[in-house]
């Protein structure tokens, strides 16, 4: 019977894996749209370019030099008498058709707008205007260089201590943002429904980031079966909780923009993929150590039984689920920090505070969580207790197991 429950395990995983690509190329996007949507569009309609810059020269002056913004070198243009004041930077362009020259940022210091010092490199927006003049205007920080040392520190750490299997989790991470990027995003884009859309990228970022990171093994696939029955519960738990509780999305400016602009998007749809996908690297976590703490058990304690070793995992999911439970709610509750703040100087109660859509959507997401979290334990427990000790074989795992008999004396 050993040999069948592995059969059984594999069946259902290379079955999952043909109706997951099915699905993906049922799924698939059409040619995706080149057209920009407001407000991300430049002046003409199009993507908005960017170039990086340098800030040169920094002071408090005169705003309204015609200068501001231009393309220039040596000395900007002096503002008209009596204007008002601002902060001026003159920032080196050094990129694109006007690499080598000078552009002038006027900005009205106040909150949200940048506070430039000379020395930082700064990305410009270019457009141009309706006469053709090339206009600039502040995008963001460059952040390349910070961004690439702490990737790569990151990835330096994963390696030099998990060594290969780190290098290959890195390549699994790779892999997941290829996945939202190439077909998540495209085909919620493109109208196609939310919740088979999350499914199929779920499926695809578990089967490729499992097996990549933990390899092909049946320790890995009782655990990647557990992570997907658990993805399908927490799908099906994320549209009755959406549902009950009416959550619209709008309280978020981002999902407010996709409603206006991308109107065929829906909000809810977003919602529940976001719920989904969200879920998949908590459960990863808590069903790949229970099926390796089911392996081991069984290695360590040959003459132990199916549900000794069932009881023995558990113990230690049931730390697990305690741990990680705090933890999700924790992560989802430091991410609305600014917002729980804005709430608290608005006087509102905190009924009002936990019932608002945004804060909501947080309780909402991480329940949905906790839940799908705390049922994929004994789920993947039982599947991994199952392969490491299959049914018919006796407490040291081999199918000849030792019997009483007759005459009461034991026989192999």
């Known amino acids: 019977m050993g040999p069948v429950a592995a059969k059984v395990v594999v069946g259902l995983l290379i079955a999952i894996g043909v109706a997951v690509l099915i699905g993906a190329v049922a799924l698939w996007p059409g040619k995706p749209s080149v057209d920009v949507e407001q407000p991300f569009q430049s002046a003409q309609g199009g993507a908005v370019v960017t170039e990086s810059g340098t800030v040169t020269m920094q002071n408090i002056g005169d705003c309204g030099s015609p200068s501001a913004g231009r393309v ?55 457009q141009t205007d309706v006469n053709g003049t090339t206009e600039y205007s502040f995008e963001d920080y460059a952040r390349g260089l910070p961004v690439t ?35 998540t995003l495209p085909a919620l884009l493109d109208g196609q429904p939310a919740i088979p859309v999350a ?23 009782s655990a990647l079966l557990g992570t997907l029955a658990s993805m399908a519960l927490a799908a099906v738990l994320s549209y009755a909780t959406i549902e009950m509780t009416r959550l619209t999305g709008l309280s978020e400016e981002q999902n407010t923009n996709v409603q206006t602009y991308i109107q065929h998007v829906s909000i809810t ?21 229970q099926a390796a703490s089911a392996f081991e058990l069984a290695s360590l304690d040959p003459g132990a039984s199916r549900r000794q070793i069932f009881g023995s995992a558990m113990r230690v999911g049931r730390d697990h689920i305690a741990s990680t439970v705090y933890t999700l709610v ?72 030792v019997r009483p008999s007759r005459g009461g004396r034991h026989s192999k």
């Open 72 to 126: 220039f070198t040596g000395a900007p243009l002096p503002a008209p008498a009596g204007a008002y004041e601002c902060q001026r930077s003159i920032v080196d362009i050094e990129s694109g058709p006007n690499t080598g020259t000078q552009t002038l940022l006027e900005i009205i210091p106040g909150p949200g707008q940048p506070d430039l010092r000379v020395g930082e490199n700064i990305r410009l927006s270019r």
């Open 330 to 401: 924790l992560a989802y509750a430091g991410g609305a920090l600014p917002l729980l703040l804005l709430f608290s100087v608005a006087g509102r109660s905190i009924q009002d505070v936990l019932l608002s859509d945004a804060v909501a959507i947080e309780i909402v997401r991480s329940a949905v969580g906790g839940i799908a979290l705390a049922l994929s334990v004994p789920l993947t427990t039982a599947i991994a207790v199952m392969l490491a000790r299959p049914i018919g074989a006796g407490p040291s795992g081999n199918a000849a197991a």
């Open 199 to 221: 499914l199929v990228s779920g499926a695809v970022i578990l089967y490729a980031v499992l097996y990549l990171a933990h390899g092909v093994s049946l320790r890995t696939s």
């Open 149 to 183: 040392l702490i990737a790569l520190a990151f990835a330096v750490v994963v390696i030099a201590v998990a060594r290969w299997r780190g290098f290959r989790a890195l390549v699994g991470i790779v892999v997941s943002f290829g996945v939202l990027v190439l077909f």
């Open 269 to 289: 749809g977003l919602l529940l993929a976001g719920f989904i996908i969200g879920s998949l690297g908590v459960l990863n976590d808590v069903t790949i150590t």
